[in-house]
T-cell receptor
């Protein structure tokens, strides 16, 4: 599974757009890019997933350049409730080995602090 | 519909003891995965079960074991507890044994295990 690199932390004011970039230089052809959000003492929650170009849903956008070696999670007009840790994951697209395994590989994530 | 439920929510054990953690997946989900999250780190994959069979195992010692029951609920067992086993243990369920990342894994709130 490809290794990911994210900033350890970011600060933003309420109402601003936040962009969190993740590097994944060794991404494989079959790999998808997925972002999870985690609040303290809770399990991670799926935000968005993409393979290439741009994906948008009701909470975020995901930008993936043509070489797919990085991706950017964009959170529009953040609020205090968006304060959380955001994880970038790369993988999937094919069984890991043998019969296959649903295994998520998390890095350390980016701690986003939204300031009033 | 109920989400992924885990019990107990908090637990304090003494070094050398044994612990059993329980997880009930979302109704209809046949895959259950277990993750360990140490404070300040991302979740680390321990096991995945699908249809009562082990489908994946992370880099954890043999003191860690798990099983899945006919109703798809699961138990994680840890023997000979060490101080370093103190962590948030997360259970995730999904509807299939393998699929591209992001389609989605649903996490429970976790069990906070403290070993003293």
């Amino acid at each position: 599974l490809a290794k990911t690199t994210q900033p350890i932390s970011m600060d933003s004011y309420e109402g601003q757009e936040v962009n969190i970039t993740c590097s994944h230089n060794n991404i494989a052809t079959n790999d998808y890019i997925t972002w999870y959000q985690q609040f303290p003492s809770q399990g991670p929650r799926f935000i968005i997933q993409g393979y290439k170009t741009k994906v948008t849903n009701e909470v975020a956008s995901l930008f993936i350049p043509a070489d797919r070696k990085s991706s950017t999670l964009s959170l529009p007009r953040v609020s205090l409730s968006d304060t959380a840790v955001y994880y970038c994951l790369v993988g999937g697209g094919a069984p890991n080995s043998g019969a296959g395994s649903y295994q998520l590989t998390f890095g350390k994530g980016t701690k986003l602090s939204v300031i009033p | 519909d109920a989400g992924v439920t885990q019990s107990p929510t908090h637990l304090i054990k003494t070094r050398g003891q044994h612990v059993t953690l329980r997880c009930s997946p979302i109704s209809g989900h046949k895959s259950v995965s277990w993750y360990q999250q140490v404070l300040g780190q991302g979740p680390q994959f321990i096991f995945q079960y699908y249809e009562k069979e082990e489908r994946g195992r992370g880099n954890f010692p043999d003191r860690f074991s798990a099983r899945q029951f006919p109703n798809y609920s699961s138990e994680l067992n840890v023997n000979a507890l060490l101080l370093g086993d103190s962590a948030l243990y997360l259970c995730a369920s999904s509807s299939r044994d393998w699929e591209p990342l992001g389609t989605e894994a649903f996490f429970g709130q976790g069990t906070r295990l403290t070993v003293v």
